[in-house]
């Protein structure tokens, strides 16, 4: 009995005739026009690929010119600040205007900016800027004590 189990189990399933031969191993024929058809079907992913890595790169490229300009842009602006800051801020008309404040402050005392802007020939819009250049640790501005409307510029007093 052990034999007949033994015989069966052993010839279990189709066993491979002679002459068999594994589907690698076996010989297929095609003609030229479907052998070229289908290496375009493979390789047609790999070339969209391609195409795709190149539009990217392209991309990235015009985006590093940008980039690169902008920094151009950057350092330039950042040089004519340097230079800006080197210049004197306040010219020379300017500091002849507050140099004659000045004296008319100190033989007068203090003095409304409409009598300032009389004095000096010059307009409401002039005065404002030159108020702006003033270096309000040496000047006082303030109302007139009365008339909240007019006011006054006066020299600070001065400790030594």
Do not use: C, W
């Not at 005065?127 to 702006?132: C, K, P, V, Y």
């Amino acid at each position: 009995m052990t034999k007949l189990a033994s015989a069966r189990i052993n010839t279990f399933g189709p066993s491979p005739k002679a002459g068999f031969e594994s589907p690698s191993e076996q010989l297929i024929t095609l003609t030229y026009g479907q052998l070229v058809q289908a290496v375009q079907e493979a390789i047609q992913p790999l070339q969209d690929e391609i195409a795709q890595l190149r539009e990217e790169i392209t991309s990235l490229e015009a985006a590093q010119d940008t980039l690169s300009d902008n920094q151009l842009i950057q350092l330039q602006l950042i040089k004519q600040l340097r230079e800006s800051g080197r210049k004197p801020s306040i010219g020379t008309k300017t500091m002849a205007r507050i140099a004659k404040i000045d004296e008319i402050l100190k033989s007068r005392g203090p003095t409304t900016l409409k009598e300032l802007e009389r004095t000096l020939g010059i307009d409401r819009a002039t005065m404002t800027r030159l108020l702006g250049k003033l270096d309000m640790r040496r000047y006082d501005l303030h109302s007139r004590p009365g008339d909240e409307r007019e006011k006054v510029l006066r020299l600070k007093a001065q400790i030594r």
